[in-house]
Every structure is written in C-alpha cells, then in structure tokens.
T-cell receptor
Framework: DQQVKQNSPSLSVQEGRISILNCDYT??????FLWYKKYPAEGPTFLIS?????DKNEDGRFTVFLNKSAKHLSLHIVPSQPGDSAVYFC???????????FGDGTTLTVKP | DTGVSQDPRHKITKRGQNVTFRCDPI?????LYWYRQTLGQGPEFLTY????????KSRLLSDRFSAERPKGSFSTLEIQRTEQGDSAMYLC???????????FGAGTRLSVL
C-alpha cells in the first residue's frame, strides 16, 4: 500500500520553461509535505515544504501547491535550469511522527 | 563539513556475512533516522532514534537488523546473515527536535553477492 505516489517516473523540459512535478497521497493523517532533490551519489537534500494549513508556499523559483481535498500536491519550477536536472522526491509526514513517507521519485531533465 | 556522514560509502559482502554501518549526524541534532532505498524507489523508513531511545521500527526491519545509538550521538546499523535482498542503499538522516526537515547523508551502498 503505497501512501505517497509520484506517477511520472520522468519529465523532460526545455530550459526556461516551467517544470511541474506531481504527487498524490492517500493517508489523511499526513499534515506536512516536503520535496527533496537528489543528485547522483548524494543523499536527498531538502528543497521546499508546505504545511496542511496552507495551500501554497513559494521560495524563489520553486512553488509548492497543496490541494487537500484531492490529496494532491505539485512542485512548480519556473524558470527551469539545467542544474535543476535531478531526481525529485515527494515526502509526507504527520507533524508528531518521526518518519517521512516518500514517493518513488520523478527524474527531471532540463535541456539547454 | 558539518553534515551527516556515513561510513563506509560502499560495502560488498558475501551472503551470510554480517555487516555494520555507521552514521554520524549533524552534531546538535537529537533525532536520527535510517532509511533503505532500492533502485527506482524512494527511501523506505526503517527506524529512528530520539537521543539514545529507539522510538519506532518499521515492519521492514526484520530480526536480522539491529540499530543502536548508545550515547545519543552516532548510530550503527547491523545486518546479520545478509541476504541478496538486502542489497540496497542505506541512508541515514538527522533532524533537530520535532523539526520536519531531515538532513541526509550520502548513504552506504550494500551489495550482497
């Protein structure tokens, strides 16, 4: 039973365009959501997060949107840059819990 | 470098052998997590500690796996009688208090032949 799903294993976009990565979750107890970025041979690094009391959080070129009724979140990267090419993991947790539950990742390729 | 460090980075072992991995968290972080990641999948939670107390263990953590954090600083993850299915990347992460963001090490890649 996969509680966090990223249905697109890969995404390719042109430099300067928007990248949209999607994530769905099933567990209603999740109230905090995070996106991590992973380069080869490195561990995941935190990118941006959102609490369930918000529906949008923005940090520079990165914006995360949360639709609680649909149990869906998305990460928008505008404009996309070649250095954004990486695997992006969506993660969800309950604030009082220790662990995070991760999706299987989306590999983003930004072409120059 | 004050990030999370893991040792070794790579481990090749024969089936049936025991292996031990070490994780040194960010120094002021009191929570430490272990995850396992296989190819094409995201990190799967194994266990976590708050200081020296092991607060949660996943059902994935069979009795061949044991983790310790004896002094609330570094942690070790031991796998006894390794099986080929144990081949994976083992990731350690740490966080401060009840902070939601976790900081990951680069992982230990285990290959069981």
């Amino acid at each position: 039973d996969q509680q966090v799903k990223q249905n697109s294993p890969s995404l390719s976009v042109q430099e300067g365009r928007i990248s949209i990565l999607n994530c769905d979750y099933t567990n209603s107890m999740f109230d905090y959501f995070l996106w991590y970025k992973k380069y080869p041979a490195e561990g995941p690094t935190f990118l941006i997060s959102i609490s369930s009391i918000k529906d949008k959080n923005e940090d520079g070129r990165f914006t995360v949107f949360l639709n609680k009724s649909a149990k869906h979140l998305s990460l928008h990267i505008v404009p996309s840059q070649p250095g954004d090419s990486a695997v992006y993991f969506c993660a969800a947790k309950h604030t009082n819990a220790g662990k995070s539950t991760f999706g299987d990742g989306t590999t983003l390729t930004v072409k120059p | 470098d004050t990030g999370v460090s893991q040792d070794p980075r790579h481990k090749i072992t024969k089936r049936g052998q025991n292996v031990t991995f070490r994780c040194d968290p960010i120094s002021e972080h009191n929570r430490l997590y272990w995850y396992r990641q296989t190819l094409g999948q995201g990190p799967e939670f194994l266990t976590y500690f708050q200081n020296e107390a092991q607060l949660e263990k996943s059902r994935l953590l069979s009795d061949r796996f044991s983790a310790e954090r004896p002094k609330g600083s570094f942690s070790t993850l031991e796998i006894q009688r390794t099986e080929q299915g144990d081949s994976a990347m083992y990731l350690c992460a740490s966080s401060l208090g009840r902070q939601n963001i976790q900081y990951f090490g680069a992982g230990t890649r285990l290959s069981v032949l």
